[in-house]
């Protein structure tokens, strides 16, 4: 399992990597001045998941230079009926992407007809196509660098999670549009 090079100076917040969706394992690895966790311990921690948080918008760089970007953007997905279980969005996959180049920054969007308790994720896939790390996200549109060094080729995927002590989301939470935009080196 791969950990974050380097920690986001626009979003300012902490890493995640996962183990995998089915997992109750939690492991702890010192990265950089931050903590790998598995998304099983965030699930149960929530005061850890408001410590994540903390990001300043202000802090956007700009300037970025890259040789090369791709995008993708997918519809209406996914649909969330019950709180305090993961949702997870559609692949977002290159058309192409040349091998062995390098990312350099990430813009990420998603649009939902309720941000109300949300906790979304974006995660970066790895050749077999299982999430390889993830950032908690505390804005629903930003630029983040905290993928840079990753290659390009394999995609993104969204997770989401209404916290609300398990109960029928009515009505049903929707997230109708998810978007990245991948630049690269």
Request: charge should be neutral; charged fraction near 10%; glycine fraction near 8%.
């Amino acid at each position: 399992m791969k950990t974050f090079n380097k920690v986001s100076t626009l979003l300012g917040m902490g890493l995640l990597a996962i183990t995998s969706m089915a997992s109750t394992a939690v492991t702890f690895a010192p990265t950089h001045g931050k903590s790998v966790i598995s998304l099983e311990k965030l699930v149960k921690t929530p005061a850890l998941l408001k410590k994540l948080n903390n990001a300043n918008p202000a802090e956007e760089v700009f300037g970025i230079q890259s040789a090369g970007a791709w995008s993708d953007t997918v519809w209406s997905s996914p649909t969330m009926y019950y709180g305090n279980q993961w949702y997870a969005g559609q692949k977002l996959l290159p058309p192409t992407a040349p091998f062995g180049n390098k990312i350099n920054s990430v813009h990420y969007e998603f649009t939902t007809n309720n941000y109300s308790s949300l906790n979304a994720y974006l995660c970066i896939l790895n050749s077999v196509g299982s999430t390889d790390g993830c950032l908690p996200l505390s804005y629903s549109a930003a630029r983040t660098d905290a993928f840079d060094d990753y290659n390009p080729q394999y995609g993104f995927k969204f997770y989401f999670l209404v916290n609300n002590g398990g109960a029928y989301i009515s009505p049903n939470r929707v997230i109708t549009e998810s978007q990245v935009i991948v630049n690269y080196e």
